[in-house]
């Protein structure tokens, strides 16, 4: 496999100012935690306005396992929240994401190479994940209902930034005024 093979059609300089300025609920930062070598990994997607966290696990990196493993994260979604775009990095598990722009209808921005910082929501969200499932974990061997329970903990955890609301609360209060 080509591990460059990505060639973004949209990348984050060229993001309109409500993802930008984190202006609407909907854009998403996505990326994967990996398992030990072989055993597989998880997908994470957060959202950059109510730090919303949504996972599922795959079985491995392979880009359709991906893409399947990115579409159940989203079906499994706590809240009703679109999803207008979701920003990844460069990985190579991500060269379908046209198919992943179909699958759930939005449009793809992709970080500069070797730029984690441009999507800090997402890493610093996945250090979280890291406290539950630390480097090496064997996610063939963890249960989706582990999996939700760390993203129900995550997401039920009030943070300073939406006013020592949980990412649940915020959703709910944002999505019922």
């Known amino acids: 496999a080509c591990y460059n093979s990505i060639q973004p059609d949209r990348i984050i300089p060229e993001w309109p100012d409500e993802i930008r300025n984190r202006i609407r609920i909907g854009d998403w930062e996505g990326d994967t935690v990996y398992g030990a070598i072989g055993k597989g990994c998880l ?3 957060v959202d950059r306005k109510s730090k919303l966290l949504i996972a599922a696990r795959s079985p491995s990196r392979k880009q359709e396992d991906i893409r399947a493993a990115f579409s159940r994260a989203f079906a499994l979604m706590e809240a009703d929240i679109p999803i207008e775009t979701i920003t990844l990095d460069n990985g190579s598990e991500f060269a379908a ?3 992943m722009e179909k699958d759930l209808n939005t449009t793809i921005y992709f970080a500069d190479p070797h730029a984690p910082w441009q999507r800090g929501l997402n890493e610093n969200t996945n250090d979280l994940i890291r406290f539950f499932f ?3 974990t064997n996610f063939l061997a963890v249960t989706d209902q582990e999996v939700a329970q760390v993203v129900n903990l995550i ?3 009030p943070r300073k930034c939406l006013g ?3 990412p649940l609360e915020f959703v709910s209060k944002k999505c019922c005024t």
Do not use: E
């Open 134 to 136: 630390p480097k090496g």
């Open 43 to 45: 997908v994470t997607g």
């Open 97 to 99: 994401f046209l198919d």
């Open 164 to 166: 020592f609301l949980s």
């Open 155 to 157: 997401n039920s955890r």
